[in-house]
């Protein structure tokens, strides 16, 4: 653990700086590219003939890469691996070495599949992320503001805070741990406060004595509760 901690750590910090040299390229601006991706199904999708909401996981910096068991190490993939059971379809994409989530346009490949595929109620699709999934979350939905019912992004942030009111109408639930040392909870603040004045629907939720490693989170079913009680 403290070995993944500090390679995390190491990870994100050159994310970090490489991410404000970015700036705010929309990933529907990119050219098109299929991300490899594990898929959840419900344990009742095979004897039902329902639609299934979808829940869209963005993983960290230090789980990118060409090798979808990366993505187990926590998180949802990992509380997959582990036997929990949920009662909405999971889909977490991996992001290649040397890539963000706003390198490419990743995003209408694989939704474009995922709604081909699979029963999936299209008013019930949700994103969450952590980190630099976070700021994933952020940014695929300003790109996207049409396609999600809810967002839950995890101490992340948005480099061009602007377009942020994209998203005044999607109810938004964002994590920040206080005492975070590698994405500053001003990177959420900052959004917050932009998302207040143009009225938007968010919840802050700020973690006092609490520092990056915050993917405990997501062992809460709470939070799948509150995703799920959105529809577009």
């Known amino acids: 653990m ?3 901690i500090a390679f995390a750590f190491w990870s994100f910090l050159v994310y970090y700086s490489n991410y404000k040299a970015l700036g705010q390229a929309t990933v529907k601006s990119k ?3 299929k991300y490899p991706y594990l898929l959840y199904l419900p344990n009742d999708y095979a004897t039902s003939k329902g639609s299934y909401p979808l829940v869209i996981y963005l993983h960290g910096g230090s789980q ?3 090798d979808l068991n990366k993505l187990k190490v926590y998180g949802l993939p990992s509380l997959v691996e582990k036997g929990n059971h949920y009662s909405f379809i999971i889909a977490s994409p991996q992001c290649p070495d ?3 989530w706003s390198t490419d346009n990743w995003f209408e490949p694989l939704y474009a599949e995922l709604i081909n595929r699979y029963r999936i109620d299209t008013k019930r699709v949700y994103l969450t992320g952590i980190s630099m999934g976070g700021y994933g979350a952020w940014q695929t939905a300003v790109a996207y503001p049409d396609r999600f019912a809810a967002i839950m992004p995890l101490c ?3 480099d061009d805070s602007t377009q942020i009111c994209k998203l005044q109408k999607i109810p938004i639930w964002t994590f920040h741990g206080v005492a975070d040392d590698i994405v500053p909870i001003s990177e959420t603040e900052q959004l917050v406060k932009r998302l207040a004045q143009c009225n938007g629907q968010v919840k802050f939720t ?5 520092g990056h490693n915050i993917q405990y989170l997501f062992d809460d079913k709470t939070l799948y509760n509150w995703l799920l009680k959105h529809h577009k």
């Open 2 to 4: 403290t070995r993944f």
């Open 98 to 100: 040397g890539k963000f």
């Open 206 to 210: 700020r973690l006092e004595n609490q």
């Open 156 to 158: 992340g942030g948005c």
């Open 64 to 66: 990118r890469g060409n």
């Open 31 to 33: 050219a098109e590219a």
